[in-house]
Nanobody, 124 residues
Framework: QVQLVESGGGLVQAGGSLRLSCAAS????????MGWFRQAPGKEREFVAS????????YYAGSVKGRFTISRDNAINTVYLQMNSLKPEDTAVYYC?????????????????WGQGTQVTVSS
């Protein structure tokens, strides 16, 4: 089992920045690829970014590429999502997830463990 707890969400103006954190406990964090997903009101949950177990490979949704950066610190079992140049359309609940493989991309069914989510609201 892996338990995931997100933090760092909040209200920010368009053009601002936020950094989300996801703290993991339980089984070896460094054995899991990690991903961030988001769900806006009335929409399906969508992929945002993913990172390999080593942190050497990352993958982004087109809508956030160049604005968001995913990273991880295996020493403290934490994955981050740095979000810059935020837009109102980035408003959503953001979830982190863990996949029991070296690398995973956007397929949600590859991720076995999910956090409860943290709300990000971007005002115009």
């Amino acid at each position: 089992q892996v338990q995931l707890v997100e933090s760092g969400g909040g209200l920010v103006q368009a053009g601002g920045s936020l950094r989300l954190s996801c703290a993991a406990s339980g089984r070896a964090f460094s054995s899991y690829a990690m991903g961030w997903f988001r769900q806006a009101p009335g929409k399906e949950r969508e992929f945002v970014a993913s990172i390999s177990v080593s942190g050497g490979s990352t993958y982004y949704a087109g809508s956030v590429k160049g604005r968001f950066t995913i990273s991880r610190d295996n020493a403290i079992n934490t994955v981050y999502l740095q979000m810059n140049s935020l837009k109102p359309e980035d408003t959503a609940v953001y979830y982190c997830a863990a996949a029991p493989r070296d690398y995973s991309r956007s397929h949600q069914n590859e991720y076995d463990y999910w956090g409860q989510g943290t709300q990000v609201t971007v005002s115009s």
